[in-house]
């Protein structure tokens, strides 16, 4: 994998993760679809207008002029804010507005994404996609300035389906500490473990393996249990008195 598909963030757990970069391709298409869909509501709405309210007057014109264009100015910052960083063009091609630093876009980010996009709809989107091409994380203008780009959505086990598929009878937790560990941690561990099987990188397994052993009040620096070896029972301690709930 290059650095031109691929971008590093650091997690609030101190781990640093690998997102795959959208293609240029699947935001074209994104793109695509979303102006199909705006097409269409901007359509829907001129046809509902011209019947419930008409265009007989100057102002009732320019009052539809406005609320016909109004899918134009904020479909994606409204979805993307509602949605999870996805609208429908971008769910359809299963990527989605991540931020730099791993964690989930502010309000503020989705506006200076929006604000910057009414800027490229002015004539500088030719110049948005050199820079999407260019700059190595996938980021169009609006990204560069928000501090956002576009990732790849990975499908994830849901922990119920983990906790389902648990079957390991007379399995005996060794963790009791995992308790207080919340899902979200547990996603993070099994992130750097698959991370870890893919790319074979020690850095990561051994980081995450010390911000537990640390949080569990043992030695960071122990190397009894091996950290890939702990983290997998950690994994599964906290499966295990999930499925006990």
């Not at 963030?9 to 869909?37: M, P």
């Not at 079957?167 to 473990?193: F, H, M, R, T, W």
Request: aromatic share 10%; proline share 3%; hydrophobic share 40%.
């Amino acid at each position: 994998m290059s650095a031109f598909d691929h971008i590093e963030v650091q997690t609030t757990q101190n781990v640093k993760l690998l997102y795959e970069v959208s293609a240029v391709g699947d935001r074209l298409l994104a793109y695509l679809i979303d102006y199909i869909v705006m097409a269409g509501m901007c359509f829907i709405i001129w046809i509902a207008y011209d019947n419930l309210v008409g265009f007989g007057t100057e102002m009732k014109t320019i009052t539809g002029i406005l609320t016909i264009i109004s899918p134009l100015l904020f479909y994606h910052p409204l979805l993307e804010i509602f949605n999870n960083g996805q609208s429908i063009g971008k769910k359809i091609m299963k990527i989605k507005v991540i931020r730099l630093d791993g964690t989930e876009p502010t309000l503020g980010n989705y506006i200076i994404r929006w604000l910057t996009r009414i800027l490229e709809m002015q004539g500088v989107f030719g110049l948005s996609l050199i820079v999407i091409l260019i700059n190595g994380k996938g980021q169009r203008l609006g990204d560069i300035a928000a501090g956002t780009t576009v990732a790849k959505v990975k499908k994830r086990v849901s922990l119920q389906d983990t906790i389902l598929a648990f079957e390991q009878k007379g399995y005996e937790p060794q963790y009791p500490q995992v308790k207080n560990l919340s899902s979200k941690d547990i996603e993070v561990i099994k992130e750097a473990i698959l991370y870890h099987e893919k790319y074979s990188n020690y850095q990561v397994i051994n980081a995450c393996g010390m911000k537990v052993k640390a949080l569990f009040g043992m030695d960071p620096n122990s190397t009894a249990v091996p950290n890939e070896q702990f983290l997998r029972t950690v994994v599964n301690d906290f499966t295990y008195y999930k499925s006990e709930e």
